[in-house]
């Protein structure tokens, strides 16, 4: 895929041109799918309190981690609230989303916390229930705004951007994904920046400005290289060849 778009930029290619867009929405979703992945099976990673998962339609949603559920106010090992909180999780992987949703519920009504809240509306997001998803992702960003944390904030706001993505609410989802890269910058959060930068690509490319899109597109990529220190050289070489081929596209046409 990778090879497919920087051979279009050679006239012998030309023919790629037109495919050129798509194939580094698809590379750059691949990316952020590989860093899930490395973040779910690493355990180094286990102090991570925010981490990318799957959304619909392969955009990247933000989700909590265990690691982060033990790290709130009042969290007590062996509870109701935690066993609930891990089948969620569980189920959640296993890309069982409305069951991780009633999980998720139950963890709640034993304990709400920011964690719970985020993964819950992930799930109801993954599973279509959009106003419901709105409606729990906005409680926990009054919840994150209450006590001031940041990080949290940027990650319900990022996937309320999402949902709002879906739905076409474009200038809605514009200032929840700026808002939110705002905040992920303020925290030194470089995987949340680039998540958003992903996702407020695609809002460009939907609404038709192609040109900012593949600048935002870059800049994502060059985020997920910097927050991917640990891939291979064969990893960073080909993130290198599509912003290559990105920059010296609007060249070539």
């Known amino acids: 895929m990778v090879l497919l778009s920087g051979l279009a930029q050679f006239e012998f290619f030309f023919f790629l041109n037109p495919f050129r867009i798509p194939l580094l929405v698809l590379t750059a979703t691949s990316w952020a799918g590989f860093y899930l992945a490395r973040t779910l099976l690493d355990p180094m990673r286990s102090g991570k309190q925010i981490v990318t998962t799957e959304g619909p339609g392969e955009e990247v949603l933000q989700k909590a981690t265990m690691f982060s559920l033990e790290q709130q106010p009042g969290f007590v090992a062996g509870t109701l609230a935690e066993e609930e909180f891990i ?112 996702t407020i690509g695609n809002l460009q490319l939907n609404q038709g400005d192609r040109d900012k899109a593949k600048r935002t597109f870059e800049q994502a990529l060059k985020r997920y290289e910097v927050a991917k220190v640990h891939w291979d050289g064969r990893t960073r070489w080909a993130t290198s060849v599509i912003c290559y081929w990105v920059r010296g596209s609007s060249t070539t046409r």
Do not use: W
């Open 87 to 198: 089948k969620g999780e569980q189920h959640f992987l296993a890309f069982r989303y409305a069951a991780a949703a009633k999980h998720f519920r139950k963890s709640l009504e034993q304990q709400s916390t920011m964690p719970t809240l985020l993964n819950l509306g992930a799930a109801l997001l993954n599973s279509s229930a959009f106003e419901q998803a709105q409606e729990v992702l906005g409680m926990g960003l009054q919840m994150a705004q209450r006590v001031e944390k940041r990080l949290f904030e940027a990650a319900f706001r990022a996937n309320l951007g999402t949902i709002n993505s879906r739905l076409a609410n474009y200038a809605a989802a514009t200032e929840a994904c700026t808002a939110a890269l705002e905040l992920f910058r303020g925290v030194g959060d470089g995987r949340g920046q680039a998540d958003v930068m992903l």
